[in-house]
């Protein structure tokens, strides 16, 4: 069956710029995670939704980032104005949030370069 | 209070040999799930093992085990055999089902595997 899908995979913006991420879960998963992973570096929580409750935003580093999920599936990453500090691989997972041996799928990430 | 700990940033093994991958956690809630992660260069992040706070024995999936250590909170990763296409980044994530079955990562330990 199909994965975690992504897009785009490549993003170069301008300093200042808004950019949208997208990404298409697992058919099926009630829970979705974006991460932020720098070069070298390990992954940094941005946000979790899970079902129809509230998400988790306590990883979103700044009013910059937001993200919203429609019909519990796509979501949308959004930087407004975003900075060189924001260039880095935005990854995305999807996990049967019903139990917790339930191992997160990532998608190929959405590398983002703000110039 | 770090949730995951890996205390090795870099790790070398002669290839065809085992290693130890070290995770220690810090969690107050009596059910969670361990995981590992392995992540090439080419990106994608990649399942490798789960170990669930009740399992009475170690996961173990292929050449791959988790050497669970509960009193001590502790989740190392053995990789037996080591195979230069084990050379990765190597991550190791817990999650609670107390808070919402969110994901901890820790920071990751670049195995390099030398022929």
């Known amino acids: 069956g199909a994965g975690v899908s992504q897009s785009p995979s490549n993003k170069v913006t301008e300093k200042g710029k808004d950019v949208e991420l997208r990404c298409d879960p697992i058919?099926?998963?009630?829970?979705l995670y974006w991460y932020r992973q720098s070069l070298g570096q390990g992954l940094e929580f941005l946000i979790y939704f899970q079902g129809n409750s509230a998400p988790d935003k306590s990883g979103l580093p700044s009013d910059r980032f937001s993200a919203e999920r429609t019909g519990g599936s796509v979501s949308t990453l959004t930087i407004q104005r975003t900075q060189q500090e924001d260039s880095a691989v935005y990854l995305c997972?999807?996990?049967?949030?019903?139990?917790?041996?339930?191992?997160?799928?990532f998608g190929p990430g959405t590398r983002l370069t703000v110039t | 209070a770090q949730k995951i700990t890996q205390t090795q940033p870099g790790m070398f093994v002669q290839e065809k040999e085992a290693v130890t991958l070290d995770c220690t956690y810090d969690t107050s809630d009596p059910s969670y799930g361990l995981f590992w992660y392995k992540q090439p260069s080419s990106g994608e992040m990649i399942f490798l093992i789960y170990q669930g706070s009740y399992d009475q024995q170690n996961a173990t999936e292929g050449r791959y085990s988790l050497n669970f250590q509960k009193a001590r909170k502790s989740a190392n990763l053995v990789i037996s055999a080591s195979q230069l296409g084990d050379s990765a980044m190597y991550f190791c994530?817990?999650?609670?089902?107390?808070?919402?079955?969110?994901?901890?990562f820790g920071t990751g330990t670049s195995l390099t595997v030398i022929p």
């Open positions: 058919s099926g998963h009630t829970a």
């Open positions: 994530a817990m999650r609670e089902i107390g808070t919402g079955n969110q994901f901890y």
């Open positions: 997972a999807s996990s049967l949030e019903s139990r917790v041996s339930g191992e997160q799928y």
